[in-house]
């Protein structure tokens, strides 16, 4: 079993940075592709970010590409999730998600472990 459990959300002015953790307890974290997701009030979740299992290749959606990082750390079995030039339409719950040995994914049914989710407001 995997618990995830997000932190570093908050207010944040337009164009301003945040970084999101992502600490996981658990066996074999090094085996699990991570990712982000967001939800916004009254809107579908939707796929941030990903970090794959083997590898670390990454995969990032169009609205966050160049301005968003997803890292990982084995040792400290913890995953970020660095976001620069915030905009208000970034403004959503962010949700840490992770699946055993999965290739990247997109879709939200892949992961089958979450966070509580994480506030992120950023202001005009």
């Known amino acids: 079993q995997v618990q995830l459990v997000e932190s570093g959300g908050g207010l944040v002015q337009a164009g301003g940075s945040l970084r999101l953790s992502c600490a996981a307890s658990?066996?074999?974290?090094?085996?699990?592709?991570r990712a982000w997701f967001r939800q916004a009030p009254g809107g579908e979740r939707e796929f941030v970010t990903a970090?794959?299992?083997?590898?670390?290749?990454?995969y990032y959606a169009d609205s966050v590409k160049g301005r968003f990082t997803i890292s990982r750390d084995n040792a400290k079995r913890a995953v970020y999730l660095q976001m620069n030039s915030l905009k208000p339409e970034d403004t959503a719950v962010y949700y840490c998600?992770?699946?055993?040995?999965?290739?990247?994914?997109?879709?939200?049914?892949?992961?089958?472990?979450w966070g509580q989710g994480t506030q992120v407001t950023v202001s005009s």
């Open positions: 998600a992770a699946a055993f040995r999965a290739p990247v994914s997109t879709t939200s049914a892949t992961y089958n472990y």
């Open positions: 658990g066996r074999s974290f090094s085996s699990y592709t």
């Open positions: 970090i794959f299992w083997s590898g670390g290749s990454t």
